[in-house]
């Protein structure tokens, strides 16, 4: 069968788990890697057996060799390196947050589709088993009416000022890095909320150190999803209805959490498959599927999801008066 010849552009930390996973997935080659700069490029190559190291993205996105490119800078860069991507013809798995805002993620989701081009989302844990298994006991009505959602990830960064996380021009803070997770698995369970509150701290820099979101839905049910960069949390989602409760347990994105479920006082635990990896062999696995089977866009994260995504995030983002350097002349941000 013909095998998917993949690119990576940018060399940083989720860069190299991904290439690492990418390695799992049948049908795939990692065939290509962009770098700011040569040296850096041909050290990743080396590292992880790749035969063309290009000194600029540029370079990356124009080869004939490639025909998907994953994304894996910081969050600023999502939207120019996509559309970089894009308009010379590739396919895009980039990396979340998909964009800055609302406006980004349409221009770009528009450029894949009038080229008719795939292009996805890469929330890489709505592709693990057991959280796919945790939908589906959702969706069964074991549970009852859900009711609450809980919803953590948080952990000490001791990052360096100017690191991606903490800096403002890159689009740092908690909520864009880490607190998405609990969004879009909250949206994945509840849908779009009625009602959001919000409450965050903000470092000297002017990112969200910690951000505290109440999701409120006009039937009684709940939300309470807390991000922080700069404290250890259990990273762990718990989902409580009329019948019965679930958790994935923490670190919930990690393959390795398992699903306890607690139902008419009894608790069973739900083991799923298990592969050896970090986990984000699946989402690679998927998108290279979809590559191969013709999709422009994936059934699992779709463009409307996305856009979701993007809106919730600005309605939270508002509220909280979260405005990133590059979007100062809009009206992003803004308290409301
Ligand atoms: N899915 C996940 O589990 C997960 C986990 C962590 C991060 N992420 C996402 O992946 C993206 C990258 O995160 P990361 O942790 O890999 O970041 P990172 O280690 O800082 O790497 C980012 C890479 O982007 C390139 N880059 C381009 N302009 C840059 C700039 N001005 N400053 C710093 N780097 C720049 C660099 O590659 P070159 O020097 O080669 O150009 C750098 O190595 C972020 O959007 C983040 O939200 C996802």
């Known amino acids: 069968m013909k095998k998917v010849r993949w690119g990576i552009l940018g060399t940083g930390n989720i860069a190299h788990k991904f290439a690492s996973d990418l390695r799992l997935v049948d049908n795939a080659?990692?065939?290509?890697?962009?770098?700011?700069?040569?040296?850096?490029?041909?050290?990743?190559?080396?590292?992880?057996?790749?035969?063309?190291?290009?000194?600029?993205?540029?370079?990356?996105?124009?080869?004939?060799?490639?025909?998907?490119?994953?994304?894996?800078?910081?969050?600023?860069?999502?939207?120019?390196?996509?559309?970089?991507?894009?308009?010379?013809?590739?396919?895009?798995?980039?990396?979340?947050?998909?964009?800055?805002?609302?406006?980004?993620?349409?221009?770009m989701i528009s450029s894949a589709r009038g080229k008719n081009l795939f292009l996805m989302d890469a929330l890489w844990t709505k592709f693990l088993p057991h959280y796919q298994k945790m939908i589906d006991i959702v969706k069964s009505g074991i549970l009852g009416d859900i009711k609450a959602v809980l919803a953590n990830f948080g952990f000490r960064a001791n990052a360096e000022p100017n690191s991606r996380l903490l800096n403002p021009e890159l689009g740092g803070g908690s909520l864009m890095d880490i607190?998405?997770?609990?969004?879009?698995?909250?949206?994945?369970?509840?849908?779009?909320?009625?009602?959001?509150?919000?409450?965050?701290?903000t470092t000297d820099q002017g990112i969200d150190e910690q951000c505290a979101i109440i999701f409120e839905y006009n039937n009684g049910a709940m939300a309470n999803l807390f991000s922080t960069i700069s404290a250890d949390l259990g990273t762990e989602v718990e989902i409580s209805g009329t019948l019965g409760r679930l958790k994935?347990?923490?670190?919930?994105?990690?393959?390795?959490?398992?699903?306890?479920?607690?139902?008419?006082?009894?608790?069973?635990?739900?083991?799923?498959?298990?592969?050896?990896g970090l986990g984000y062999q699946y989402e690679a696995r998927h998108a290279t599927n979809c590559l191969l089977n013709g999709l422009t866009e994936s059934p699992v994260v779709t463009h409307s999801d996305t856009v979701l995504l993007m809106q919730t995030l600005e309605r939270i983002r508002n509220l909280a008066g979260i405005v990133f350097p590059m979007e100062q002349d809009s009206n992003l941000g803004r308290k409301a």
């Open 29 to 107: 080659e990692l065939v290509a890697v962009g770098s700011r700069s040569l040296e850096t490029a041909e050290k990743f190559a080396d590292e992880l057996g790749i035969t063309i190291s290009f000194g600029s993205y540029e370079e990356l996105a124009k080869s004939a060799e490639v025909d998907i490119i994953y994304i894996a800078t910081p969050n600023n860069l999502h939207h120019p390196n996509t559309l970089l991507c894009l308009n010379n013809g590739k396919a895009v798995l980039c990396e979340k947050p998909f964009a800055m805002n609302e406006n980004q993620a349409l221009e």
């Open 179 to 201: 607190g998405i997770y609990n969004i879009f698995t909250t949206l994945d369970i509840l849908g779009i909320p009625d009602e959001i509150k919000v409450s965050t701290n």
């Open 248 to 276: 994935m347990t923490a670190p919930f994105y990690d393959s390795n959490s398992v699903l306890e479920l607690y139902v008419d006082g009894k608790k069973t635990i739900i083991e799923t498959e298990k592969e050896e």
